[in-house]
């Protein structure tokens, strides 16, 4: 393959492909990943951004890409064994330990997944140079378009990450020297694939959001019965004693599959009385609403909440799970068959965007454990849950309870100040004080909507327990969705784990700069953060907008690259004042600005919809002509991009300040990245370098 431009598609192709598989697989190894997604995101644009400035020197490294995925495979694998950190700033699922030897995984990950995408940069940087620059960028938008589209195939299917690893092997056949370079890709390619499927689960399930794993709790363990089995599930509908399955995320407890009709256990059985305790558990929110009619189950999954207001006596249930391979796995293995129940319509969707559709009118809403394991984007460190679990997504869910009616959110019961939190956060959407009941591992929050009625102070295991101080705990907003946080604030382990990658990522780039990158350099790094941050923004806006689906946020991401292809097309063919292309930036950022978000969720459909394919990404197409008209000029592409890259580095650190400051604050950092470039691209063309 020997025209740079297919080269260059070929390398920023692989580059973003590998980028959201090792997303995806990652996380099922080390599980703390699950919670620090944005550190993968920020090292393979340091690993990017080394290569494209060191693409002058050390060959071609793009020769040793195969042998270097094999040894980060193997290392990711044996970065498992640390144990998941903890934290009492933070809730964490599946979190155990704590110390500094708890976040070696973390910084382990950032040096593996750095390490791995420097000769991809490297090659992309010495291809630039073959090439008019913004010819060369436009290939690397088209590869990188590419990559985007193909792992969209991927997780339409619920393709494992192991056919993606096999997958990134074929196309660098593409880009290695022949011979016995080739030679050794094949083996390394053959051999990664091999270490992802051997790391993987028997029987193991990969969903757009999840890795998947399931086994029957009722079988003695060890036993190959503890798996479910195509004879075993072909009659699980009548089966007498039906098993109970446990589904885990990331290897932690997520859900069970189980039938809750006591009818079909044998009575004074230990699996009797098991089944017996969750169902009452499951129906005692029913129990609070004085009439079951409609039912809206947020957060459905195994379909458990479902079952319990069927054997209610509910005449229709309408079920949103965003995650699909959840409900299909119920059908599979759930011996209740709650989403084959004629009176239950299931809605694959996010919970607050179906909320932003239904005309409401049920006489209970439950949030059945919506408690997520993970991020919705690895560009974001909001859970997938996160626009759910604030203010704003409780005040929609009390919006659909009818007069009478009654609004549930049962949650696990962690620390104290979660309690608190959740109870201040409904009494603030509600208008009201929940009445809140303890349970063993449990908390349930009531509220009605007038007429009020008394409730009772307990029901089996669950009482009341008063009023919470939900005012000593900062509650989630659309502008701060962080459920899981118990303060406006950075942890300290994310400081202490995002100073030290922080410190390693300047010394790799400070030990590269043989390249001065100048006062130019600076533009680019400027420009690269502002976009990364800007980006960021536009996923979390219309995930708001449209629901926290991967659909939505692949959809943006394409959005974004055609933006961008779009603005690289424009400057090719028309030369634009730099002037022109800062003013169209800032007027683009202040519209956004001045228009609230909160404003925009209000509009219907239609406007929303107008607004995100209009608005949303008009700064980005200015901020793509700024990039390209200064990129046509530069002698040294390479050298920028590179620059670029490591800015955009920067930026995924920043975005970690949402944390203590919200979004709309970081919305200042972005436009002080903006400034700054102007202030380097200006001092630049006064012959300042």
């Known amino acids: 393959m020997t025209s740079p431009a297919v080269r260059i598609s070929v390398l920023s192709c692989v580059a973003l492909f590998l980028e959201l598989t090792l997303i995806r697989w990652i996380p099922s190894v080390v599980p703390a990943v699950a919670y620090f997604g944005n550190l993968l995101l920020v090292s393979s644009f340091l690993g990017l951004g080394l290569g494209s400035l060191n693409s002058r020197r050390f060959g071609r490294l793009v020769d040793w890409f195969p042998p270097l995925l094999l040894a980060a495979v193997a290392l990711l694998m044996l970065a498992g064994n640390f144990a998941f950190p903890a934290n009492d700033a933070e809730l964490r699922f599946g979190a155990t330990a704590s110390g500094w030897l708890a976040y ?59 056919l993606g ?27 990664a694939t091999a270490l992802v499927v051997l790391a993987s689960d028997r029987g193991a399930i990969w969903s757009p959001y999840h890795f998947i794993t399931v086994e029957d709790i009722t079988a003695a363990p060890g036993s190959a019965e503890r798996l479910p089995s195509v004879e075993r599930l072909a009659t699980i509908s009548t089966q007498r004693d039906p098993p109970v399955f446990s589904v885990r995320v990331n290897r932690n407890f997520f859900q069970e599959n189980i039938c809750l009709d006591i009818r079909r256990y044998t009575p004074g059985t230990e699996l009797y009385d098991y089944v017996q305790g969750k169902r009452a558990q499951y129906a005692f929110p029913l129990r609070l609403a004085d009439s079951l009619g409609r039912v809206l189950v947020l957060g459905a999954g195994g379909g458990t909440d479902v079952q319990a207001a069927l054997l209610a006596g509910a005449s229709a249930v309408d079920a949103v799970e965003i995650d699909p391979v959840l409900m299909k796995l119920s059908n599979r293995i759930n011996a209740g068959q709650p989403y084959r129940d004629p009176r239950v319509t299931v809605h694959v969707d996010d919970a607050r965007a179906f909320l932003a559709r239904t005309s409401g009118g049920y006489d209970a809403v439950i949030m059945g454990y919506l408690d997520s394991q ?87 295991v669950h009482t009341s327990v008063g009023s919470l101080n939900g005012k000593r705990v900062d509650s989630a907003t659309d ?63 219309c995930s708001l907008y449209f629901g926290a689906t991967w659909i939505v946020t692949t959809a943006v991401v394409a959005g974004v690259l055609l933006m961008v292809i779009a603005a690289n097309l424009t400057a090719m063919g028309l030369r634009l004042p730099v002037v022109a292309s800062y003013v169209g930036l800032f007027v683009a950022l202040g519209l956004i600005w001045f228009v ?55 930026g995924g650190f920043a975005e970690y300040l949402s944390m203590a400051v919200g979004s709309e604050r970081l919305f200042l950092a972005i436009i002080g990245c903006y400034l700054a470039s102007a202030a380097f691209r200006w001092r630049t063309s006064r012959g300042n370098p």
């Open 596 to 650: 609230p978000r909160d404003v925009v969720l209000g509009w219907s459909a239609g406007s929303r919809l107008a607004w995100t394919v209009i608005a949303v990404p008009l700064p980005l197409f200015f901020a793509g002509l700024i990039f390209s008209s200064g990129f046509a000029d530069s002698p040294r592409p390479d050298v920028m991009l590179g620059a670029n890259l490591v800015g955009a580095m920067l």
């Open 104 to 162: 070696g995984s973390l910084v382990a990950v950032f040096l593996f997944n750095t390490a791995l995408f420097v000769p991809l940069g490297h090659g992309l940087g010495a291809e630039f140079r073959r090439l008019p620059a913004l010819r060369a960028y436009a290939w690397d938008l088209t590869g990188s378009l590419a990559g985007t589209l193909i792992f969209a195939v991927f997780s339409w299917f619920s393709f494992s990450p192991a």
């Open 165 to 191: 690893v096999a997958a990134v092997g074929i196309l660098t056949l593409g880009v290695v020297s022949r011979g016995s370079r080739q030679a050794v890709a094949v083996v390394s390619a053959v051999a």
């Open 374 to 460: 993970g991020l919705f984007s690895s560009m974001a460190n909001v859970r997938l849950d996160g626009f759910m679990y604030t203010v704003e997504g409780l005040r929609s869910a009390f919006r659909a309870v009818k007069p009478g009616g009654v609004m549930v959110l049962s949650f696990f019961r962690g620390p104290d100040w979660l309690s608190d939190k959740l109870f201040g956060m409904v009494e603030r959407a509600c208008g009201a004080a929940p009445k809140a009941y303890f349970a063993p591992g449990q908390i349930t929050l009531c509220v009605q909507k007038p007429p009020l009625r008394d409730l009772p102070d307990s029901i089996g």
């Open 479 to 541: 502008d701060w969705p962080y459920l899981y946080l118990k303060a406006m604030a950075i942890p300290p382990d994310y400081k202490a784990v995002i100073f030290s990658l922080v410190a390693l990522s300047v010394a790799a780039v400070w030990a590269s700069s043989g390249i001065a990158v100048g006062r130019d350099g600076l533009h680019f790094m400027s420009l690269g953060a502002g976009f990364l941050l800007l980006e960021t923004k536009s996923i979390a806006d």
